[in-house]
């Protein structure tokens, strides 16, 4: 389920066919996707056109990061093609132009070059991402680029269980995932909750 004062904002201050775009920025397994997934099948149910386009997809792939020295940081701001992803918003903002986007695959690990598209029928695009509110270049100009943003914040320690489980999942031993969540995806998380600029909503 979505949460209600969000959808009541969107259905109250949007029309179907105009082009809304809404970020929904959090720290690494905050519920970005499940939020975003809900919201579309509500909005959907309501009307409109709703397309969810995660950040993910503008990973920079392994090979680069592992020239960087970046690979064993994956998910910090600077393992991502921010400048590609801020050009993607701004092209996103013309309702009247089909626009292709890279999505990435959890299970491989890569990145999907221009796997997805948005098209002139998608009226409600619900943008998702860790660092859609950083108030650091280049993510500082994503924030002008929104209609509305969403920042969820379930806490640190909510946060440290729900990424341990995920590394679980994938099939790490539970010291393994729990290193794993302590040593990058914590501090990614920690980063997002103190430097990002001030949402038009808090979702705890």
């Not at 179907?16 to 919201?39: C, D, H, M, V």
């Not at 999942?169 to 040593?183: C, F, N, T």
Request: aromatic share 6%.
């Amino acid at each position: 389920m979505s949460d209600p004062r969000l959808l009541s904002k969107l259905c109250s201050n949007t029309k179907p066919g105009e082009r809304y775009l809404l970020g929904i920025a959090g720290p690494p397994g905050a519920g970005k996707s499940t939020l975003s997934a809900a919201l579309a099948q509500d909005l959907g149910r309501r009307g409109f056109s709703p397309k969810v386009v995660p950040m993910d997809g503008y990973h920079l792939d392994n090979h680069t990061l592992n020239e960087r020295g970046l690979l064993k940081s994956k998910g910090a701001p600077n393992t991502f093609d921010a400048t590609a992803f801020v050009e993607l918003i701004r092209r996103l903002r013309d309702a009247n132009e089909t626009v292709h986007f890279s999505t990435f695959d959890r299970e491989k690990d890569c990145v999907n070059e221009d796997a997805d598209t948005v098209t002139p029928i998608h009226d409600l695009l619900l943008i998702e991402g860790n660092y859609l509110l950083l108030d650091e270049k280049p993510w500082n100009q994503l924030r002008a680029l929104f209609d509305f943003t969403v920042l969820i914040n379930p806490g640190l320690p909510t946060l440290e269980t729900r990424l341990t489980e995920r590394w679980l999942e994938h099939g790490h031993s539970a010291q393994a995932a729990r290193l794993r969540a302590m040593q990058n995806d914590l501090p990614n998380a920690e980063r997002v909750l103190a430097a990002s600029a001030a949402p038009d909503l808090v979702i705890k």
